[in-house]
């Protein structure tokens, strides 16, 4: 009779284990989802650099001023990508 309940006790520890194994995995998996904080600040500040270069063009050739300003944002875009 005391072998009964002695595996109950087990089972129930067997199942909290994995509920808790599962919750550590799925908290795993939530953080490998999310960005990269260095790598977005380093696209930030290539890209504001690109702007004040883009800026600083705009007095001598409005062209070219335009296509590094374009470029920035497209910097800008792959910025909220990562």
Do not use: W
């Amino acid at each position: 009779m005391a072998y009964k309940p002695k595996k109950k006790q087990k089972d129930q520890i067997k199942k909290e284990i994995e509920v808790t194994l599962n919750d550590i995995g799925e908290k795993i998996t939530q953080l490998e989802k999310l960005p990269d904080a260095k790598l977005h600040q380093s696209v930030s500040f290539i890209k504001s650099g690109m702007r004040i270069i883009g800026y600083c063009f705009i007095p001598y050739n409005l062209g070219i001023a335009t296509a590094i300003l374009v470029l920035s944002e497209i910097i800008g875009i792959i910025e909220e990508l990562v």
